[in-house]
């Protein structure tokens, strides 16, 4: 079978090669990227109409739906009232006759021509007497014969329709499998498909697209499926392993003084998460091939406890330790908190007279002044400074360490693969560091296999005891409180102004999250600062109140941030700033306007802001949602306060596209492959993967497979994964 088709090779067949395909088509081909053979045959037909399942027009009971196979007998199109046109259309499948009826959808006479066969999809009527469809679904599927017609997508508007995509198909297929063809290379092993009861390449490519029955199409499935997640869980693996075989990094030694001194110190026990977590992380420290880990914790987890046991991990062995944060913020936030943690411990210093000094915490953004920055760059180069907290400014060119043993970066998704690389050449000793990726935005395991297949995943699932939960309510009222007539403020949102209240006089504060900072164009959006107008006025009179959003001075924000530390502001009114880290324990109420605008993702994290102390707090969401994926997201967050479990949902709205989207740009090669529906099939291949590449690295015995992955892969990445 060595002669047999590859896909680099199929990559490289033009479609208009192909009967019938002339420049015209080929250019509404390449509308939709299909230019290759390749391109063709892994265009899948969308659904299937299965003729053995089909109902007949004669025994449809009226008020029921049903698709139909159907010929078109006649169609007219006339005006009617108010300008409006009707087309009408008369179809039968041989048991009796059909009226479609469609408004205001003249190019519908040109579809629906005499003698042409479509698959009809609607609900029966009886009107005067016959029977009617209004508005049914359309597919035109051609004078197709056998008992599984595929149904490809999108084929009508741009002229080209399924039973032209059909033909092409089927004439690629008798071109490239037996008896005419060579069939196509398998790249799997007899082993693998027989393990994972997996079809032959040929019988997939033939079936999904010409199947007999519907069964045929759930072995294709499951073969094609399994080949787009395995290609991509190898090129991961095979990145996981290239990079631990290239990179040198220390071997930190665990449990040095600072840690045990650390660990004895802290005014809790750690959560059995945490114990089980930091354990994984100085299993990976010890080790001379650099750690690439991800923490995924949901929020008020205790990542700060893992991350600081990483960190003072590399400085009990002489090396530094870096903490980048998202913003400003936070990373001045931490700065503060850490300090606190690490009051007191030194680190050996034989250049001293006591041969130890106090452990050097230092702040690194952009709001340091130039005179400090100087001195932190130099201390830093010199190994003077134990661990660097700061922004984007720690990836400056500028910035240099001494030794970079450990970096931890916080909230991951805000920093791009790019940036963690630039970190890992930072290091005057040459070593790689031990990177720590910190996210509290959990994704579902599976899916963090492929977003982030080249790390290692640790999950801190576990909240510190005597947490109480999140009281989550929804109040079903647009928050535009300034023009008070288009909303008429339900009871619950008195209730929840009350509770305000209440809470500020028992103490406790709150935030009001406010999406926009300007009155934008015509939509009704809280904003930030006119909600904070009318509420001092308002609702709110008799409290402190305080507004914080991106367009505010640095200055000015510290100071109100520091007062609402402080607690001399009841209430912070506040665009999405607060939306990561922001730690006051003392607040108790989060209050999200038009909440419905946000992520689930985000929701999550700002509701997260409260219930970090010992009392009860609440959450509301102002918002009357416009989409039912808006609605889905209030009940989200209403019915469940667990990350988790809120990410699988969040993936079930939104679809994988946008978790792909961020990190796979250009190697996204699902076509039929679902993060969701298909998570077993991901764990299967990633442990396929994970044999394949651990008992072959190079892939040298896996020819047909490494050729396979070349063609999907960028230029430079084949080469860093298969050369060497
Ligand atoms: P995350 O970054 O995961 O959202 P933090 O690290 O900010 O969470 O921790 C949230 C709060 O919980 C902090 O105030 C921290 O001091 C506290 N905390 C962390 N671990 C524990 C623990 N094991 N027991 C009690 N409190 C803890
Ligand atoms: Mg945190």
Redesign the pocket.
Known sequence: MTDAINIAELKELSVSLLKGVGAKRSSALAGFEVESLFDLLTYYPRRYIDRTKEAKISEMIPGSEASLLVTVEKTDVRRIRGGKSLVTSTVTDGTALLKLTFFNQNWRQKQLVEGRQAMIYGKVDLYRGQRQMTNPVVDLVGNRTGRVIPVYPQSEKSGLHTWDITEWVAEALRRTLPPKGRGFVDPLSDQILSEHDLVSRDFAFRAIHQPENMFEVTQARKRLIFDELFRMQLALVLRKRAIERTEVGAAHQISGPLIKQFKANLPFELTGAQVKVIGEIEYDLARSVPMHRLLQGD?GAG??LVAVAAMLTAVDSGHQAALMAPTEV?AEQ?LVGIRKLLDGMTVTDDSSLFKDRPIKVELLSNRVSTVDKKRILSQLLLGEIDIAIGTHALIQESVSFDSLGVVVI??QHRFGVEQRSILREKSRSGLSPDMLV?T?TPIPRTAAMTVYGDLDVSILDELPPGRTPIDTKWVRSSANFTEPEATAAPEELDEMWDQVRAQVSAGRQVYIVCPLIDESEKLSVASAEETYEYLQHTELSELQVGLLHGRISPADKDLTMDSFRAGKLDVLVATTVIE??V?VPNATIMVILDADRFGIAQLHQLRGRVGRGSHRSQCWLVSDPTTPEGEARMAALVASTDGFELAEVDLDLRGEGTILGERQKGRNDLKLASLRRDRNTVVEARNCAIKVVDSDPGLESNEHLASELESFLEEGDAEFLLKN
């Open positions: 929020v990542k700060t936070l931490h916080d909230e910190m509290a990561v880290g730690d």
